[in-house]
Structures are given as structure tokens and as C-alpha cells.
């Protein structure tokens, strides 16, 4: 059973920056395509980046340019470098870790991030 424990959420002023940390035990990390999604109240979860085991990183058009998804092997954890926040990037980001071709996909129980304007 894999666990993914995010950490690095809270509150902060549009503009401003947050980064968020997902660490994950078991020993799948390196095999893992890691990504980050997100939730707002009364909206559908929506992926927000991912970053492949071999690096390959993709973004939601709404935050290319603003967030930076990155991973570290070594200590089994993925980040969300979020800058230049907007208050519609209010939501709960959730870590999840996943490989269909191993048949798992894992998620963690989220971080709250608000954005006031």
C-alpha cells in the first residue's frame, strides 16, 4: 500500500507564491507518474501537472508559465511550485501517483490552497 502525505498549503495574496510537497512511501516511486490535480468548490477535479518517471512534465493551460511540477527520486517526493497565484487557483490540490500498466493509482488526502484577491 503506497501513501502520499502533501504538505505546503495555506492561505496567500494574489501574486504571491506557495510550493507544495507530496512525499510518497513504498518503494514505486521511481516507477510512479506523479501529478498534481485540483478541486474547486463545485467544480470537477481537474488535473493541473504531471511529471512522468522519466522526467516528461505536462501543465493545464491555466498554469503554464506560473507552476513548475518537479520530483526527486532520491526522497520520494514530487513538488508544485506555484507562482504568480491567481484566486480562481483556490482549491484543494491533491498528490496522486499512478501506472496503468502496474494497474495502481494512488491519491492523497489533499491540501487546501486559497488565493485572496
Known amino acids: 500500500q503506497v501513501q502520499l502525505v502533501e504538505s505546503g498549503g495555506g492561505l496567500v495574496q494574489a501574486g504571491g507564491s506557495l510550493r507544495l510537497s507530496c512525499a510518497a512511501s513504498g518503494s514505486i516511486f521511481t516507477f510512479s507518474a506523479m501529478g498534481w490535480h485540483r478541486q474547486a468548490p463545485g467544480k470537477q477535479r481537474e488535473l493541473v501537472a504531471t511529471?512522468?518517471?522519466?522526467?516528461?512534465?505536462n501543465y493545464a493551460d491555466s498554469v503554464k508559465g506560473r507552476f513548475t511540477v518537479s520530483r526527486d527520486n532520491t526522497k520520494n517526493t514530487v513538488y508544485l511550485q506555484m507562482n504568480s497565484l491567481k484566486p480562481e487557483d483556490t482549491a484543494v490540490y491533491y498528490c496522486r501517483s499512478w501506472n496503468p500498466h502496474l494497474g495502481y493509482d494512488y491519491w492523497g488526502q489533499g491540501t487546501q490552497v486559497t488565493v485572496s484577491s
Open positions: 511529471a512522468t518517471s522519466g522526467g516528461i512534465t
